[in-house]
Structures are given as structure tokens and as C-alpha cells.
């Protein structure tokens, strides 16, 4: 079992926050080896709730191809969510690895993940966003429990950072860092190299990194031909062939991309930042306490609250 290649280097959430941009950055790295698959989702995940886990043999089997890299890499935005469980057993498996958290404002990637789940077939195509926050409250305020029927709608409970970042920084301690996905946009450069300085591997290389954007939610015009490229995008057949699938993604935007009339109304949006306004008060202070410094606009400025 000691001889298995296991990952020490996780990119653990969360979900549209600009991890698949980040693990196919650092995938250039000739010091980072990644996956060959972007998410193994090995660990527990609580969509899979008493699901027996898979032998380790064959989550190492997506690091067979690794060699004499300092770091070993995969990507699974679930972990974030997994809570103690998933944060004890990745500390069993693999130790003290590396871990890294992509947050966003939780508005912002809440009508992301929306755009997310109708590009993906995962919600009816008439159903608007007003409608869809309305059904993720119900289902929130309601404490339903998490079912395949209510999935798409169980995704508000994500938002609330504060109940799960310190479980990851107890674990994990300076093995844990956290970066935000409204960084990445505004340096992407900066903030890879960022990264790289922290392991302690060179940054200077990120100069000749491709920084292309990954993972785009499309509005599609033909549910037809989504499917059909879904299923092509899947990890048997074009998700991990980047040569053959970039130009087709381009050509495939071409013709079933559809213009994004919907908007987020003002109401909403107004909704959303009352309803994560505490979670992201009390995560401000928790970063703040822990020496980070420099943090985005939606995380309220301590210093100003202090003084209160």
C-alpha cells in the first residue's frame, strides 16, 4: 500500500470558484503532476452519504502516470462540503498534503452554479433564476434532507463558508491556504505565482503558462446537441484530451451558443447578500484572526465592524 502514488498537493474547493482554471494552470508546472482525472471525488462526499469507498488502488491508478514531481495533484470541489469526515479521511490517506481553497462571493457563484446546472441539463430550461433561488431557500429554511430530487436546490447550504473553512484550517494549518476566485480574474499571473511561492517551487515558470479559462457555462440553443456534447465531454472520451478538444469546444460555441438575456434582478440579488451577510461577517473575523489580510469586497472590512 506505501508504494501507491498518492496526491500531496489537493485543490479542495469550491465549486465556481475558478478551480478546473487553477488545476489546469498548475498542471504546467513541470514540478506539479496532475490527475488524469480532474476529480476523482474519492474522498467522502455527502451526496454520496453511506456509499461504501472505493479501493485505494483505484484512485491511485489516476496518478500512474506521475514520476519524480515534487507534487502530485487532483482537484474534487466536493471535499469542501465533506466536513470533518472527508477532511479525517484525507488526513489518514495521504497526511499532511497541501490543500487549497478557491472561495467566491457566494452570490456571485450562486448565479454561476445556476448557469452551471442549466448548461448542464440539470434544471428544466423555463425555470428562471427568482425561481430557482426561491425553491434553494425553501429547501434551506425547511432543513429538507438532501435527496437526488432536491439536489439542484441544496447548493444555497454551499455558500456559508464560515461553517466549513475553519474545519479546514484546524486540520490543516499552514497546509492550508485560501485564495479567492475574484483574484484570479483580476491576476491571474499574480495569483499562480502566489501559489507556486507557497510550495516552494518556481514561479518564474508561470510566465510561459497558458492562462486560458476553463470550464464555461454556456446557454445553449439545442438541448439536442448539449447533450450530445456533455456526453463527448465526459472523462472516457474528451475531458482529458486537450489538444482535440479545444478547438472543438471553439467550434462547438459557434453554433449552439445563445445569447444571455437573463439577469439577475436587483430584489434577488438584494435577498441573497441579506442571507449570507452573516455567514460572511463571521468569516471575515475568522480570516482576519488567522493574519489574512487584503480581503475581497463582499468579505466586510473588520477594522470598520470593530469600531461599531
Known sequence: MSELKLPNLLIAGVGKAGTTSLF?????????CASSMKEPRYFWDPWKGEAEQAPLEGYARCFDHCGSERYIMEGSPSYFRGGSRAIGSIKETLGDTRVILMLRDPVERMWSQYRAMKSKLSLPKHVTFDEYVTSCLQVWHEHQPRTPENKPYYLLAGGFYIDYVPLWLDAFGERCRIWFFEDLVADTRGLVADICAWLDIDEQVVDSFRLSVENRSIIYRSGTLQRLALKANSDRLLRNRR??????????????????????????????QETFAESNVALSLELTRRGYQHLPSWLPDSSARVSV
Open 243 to 272: 489538444r482535440l478538444k479545444v478547438p472543438l469546444r471553439r467550434m462547438y460555441y459557434a453554433v449552439n451558443r445563445a445569447p444571455n438575456q437573463e439577469r439577475m434582478s436587483v430584489e434577488t440579488r438584494s435577498l441573497l
Open 24 to 32: 489546469w494552470y498548475l498542471s504546467q508546472h513541470p514540478e506539479i
